[in-house]
T-cell receptor, first 113, second 111 residues
Framework: EAGVVQSPRYKIIEKKQPVAFWCNPI?????LYWYLQNLGQGPELLIR????????DSQLPKDRFSAERLKGVDSTLKIQPAELGDSAVYLC???????????FGQGTRLTVV | QKEVEQNSGPLSVPEGAIASLNCTYS??????FFWYRQYSGKSPELIMS????GDKEDGRFTAQLNKASQYVSLLIRDSQPSDSATYLC???????????FGRGTSLIVHP
């Protein structure tokens, strides 16, 4: 069974530029998460989807971050414009339901210069 | 107060010893508990999940949950250098079921 797939793996952009991350969850997983992880810290939730509905998005900086999950499968996370402080690893995870184990993709390491 | 607390370590143990990793959480309504392993530069990898009080064993790993004391622990028996990684505790907190992570404990197993 294929795992969670994310792309790109690495991205370097200049500040104020836009950037987008893509995630393909495990087939049949209804719940999808986007996390941000800074060095030496645990993942922090940005947004959770139940099918195509966004829930638990209180930690998403909505002035510059947006996310969507079309048809309840793939998801994209966008930052526009990026700031230096956005440099981090962006992790996508999925689970069958909200109470079951979440499995992570490889992550996207973003560097804003 | 952070909802999920872990000692950042590093915890250093000799090869073959038992490594004990601990995690405390603040939300008494939490129902689901997970341990992840994260190697440097890699994404978190699920090791174990535990949902009820007591012990759950899987190979060299044992998860222990005590809801009354609000802690969950992970024991690694016969530790190997390949177990050297950061171990993340995750708790699905209360009614919102938000998977909240601790900052992780760095484990070093030396030969």
């Amino acid at each position: 069974e294929a795992g969670v797939v994310q792309s790109p793996r690495y991205k370097i952009i200049e500040k104020k530029q836009p950037v987008a991350f893509w995630c393909n969850p495990i087939s049949g997983h209804n719940t999808l998460y986007w996390y941000l992880q800074n060095l030496g810290q645990g993942p922090e939730l940005l947004i959770r989807y139940e099918n195509e509905e966004a829930v638990d998005d209180s930690q998403l900086p909505k002035d510059r971050f947006s996310a969507e999950r079309l048809k309840g499968v793939d998801s994209t996370l966008k930052i526009q414009p990026a700031e230096l402080g956005d440099s981090a690893v962006y992790l996508c995870a999925s689970s069958v339901t909200v109470t079951t184990e979440a499995f992570f993709g490889q992550g996207t390491r973003l560097t804003v210069v | 107060q952070k909802e999920v607390e872990q000692n950042s370590g590093p915890l250093s143990v000799p090869e073959g010893a038992i490594a004990s990793l601990n995690c405390t959480y603040s939300d008494r309504g939490s129902q689901s508990f997970f341990w992840y392993r994260q190697y440097s530069g890699k994404s978190p990898e699920l090791i174990m999940s535990i949902y009820s009080n007591g012990d759950k064993e899987d190979g060299r790993f044992t998860a222990q949950l005590n809801k009354a004391s609000q802690y969950v622990s992970l024991l690694i028996r016969d530790s190997q250098p390949s177990d050297s990684a950061t171990y993340l505790c995750a708790v699905n907190t209360g009614g919102s079921y938000i998977p909240t992570f601790g900052r992780g404990t760095s484990l070093i197993v030396h030969p």
